[in-house]
């Protein structure tokens, strides 16, 4: 951060209020948003919408939007923070304030900066210009760490944490980000990446929280394809009555039994007077929510039989949601 053009102090401080502050839901707000010129790894950044969440969810790079709809697919999750900004000073374990943890004994940070100045890396903390007023010169303060996807699940122990750390191929987790050949091989830039990524290792350590290395090439391509548009149709809404959803649910687990393609069962249905296109949305949903389990692995094409479950995204990626031991 220290390259970026230099900041107010009232901005400083408001910015680093509204990152520190502990939201959750539709409350929270990302540390960075996918803005044009925000995201270093992708020209042209987006967010998707999440209805567990009620709010959009920002991926700085394309490597992101497949892991936020597995994340978000996964029914014990309960919350996910995207972009999400790292305690520079002490503070309490990241699930504090959340109801979920009322009563937890949870244990804390030091603090990146302290983090950073334990394991002599102070210098590679980042950093930004801060300027007094408008004539005065610049002068560089500690700027937070972010990293990419915060999940807070359950299971029989409890709420817990997990951290995805993404990236587009296998190996580059602490290695420096887009940008020239030149200026990723340089020493002091792939040092710099190398101790912002301890100090972000040791920061989770201390909150007994894991951190995983992902990749978007360890996606099986078709799993991807298919969770992305489930992720979009599920938000949009189901304006059929309970008893009539039942109903429709109810014909496409009977076609997923007997091998018949979707559309035969949404063109029966339209005869009934049932609208194709909120018949088209109960088959996502059904599918999004697991009512309805087809294989992930194979291509969700309405004119052909959907395949029963045979491969659970879910089971065969189930390391990539464990907590810490």
Known sequence: ?????????????????????????????????????AAPSDPIPG????????????????????????????PRLFDLKDQFAMDMEGAPHLLAGHPKADGLLLPGTTGTLEVADRLRLIRSHPRIGVKEDSAA???????????DLLLFLTDEQGPYCIDWDVKRHAGEHGKPGPGSFFERESSGVMAG??????????????????????????????????????????????????TCCGDVLGAFQRALASGQPPNEVIDALARQKIDPDQAFRVLHHAIWYRHLRVDLYQPLVVDRPLEPQVRDPLVELAHLFRRAD
């Open 1 to 37: 951060m220290a390259n970026q053009q230099a900041i107010s102090v009232q901005r400083y401080k408001h910015t680093l209020k509204r990152a520190f502050t502990r939201l959750w839901g539709p409350n929270y707000v990302p540390f960075q948003t996918a803005t044009i010129g």
């Open 47 to 74: 967010d998707v919408f999440s209805v567990l969440l009620q709010r959009r969810l920002h991926r700085m790079s394309r490597a992101e939007k497949p892991y936020i709809a597995l994340a978000l697919y996964h």
């Open 137 to 147: 010169k610049a002068s560089m303060w500690p700027w937070p760490l972010f990293g």
């Open 193 to 242: 990446a190398e101790a912002r990524w301890l100090i972000h290792l040791e920061y989770m350590r201390e909150h007994v929280i894991r951190v995983v290395p992902v990749a978007f090439e360890q996606l099986d391509t078709i799993l991807v394809h298919n969770l992305q548009r489930l992720l979009k149709i599920h938000s949009q809404p189901v304006e059929l009555g309970a």
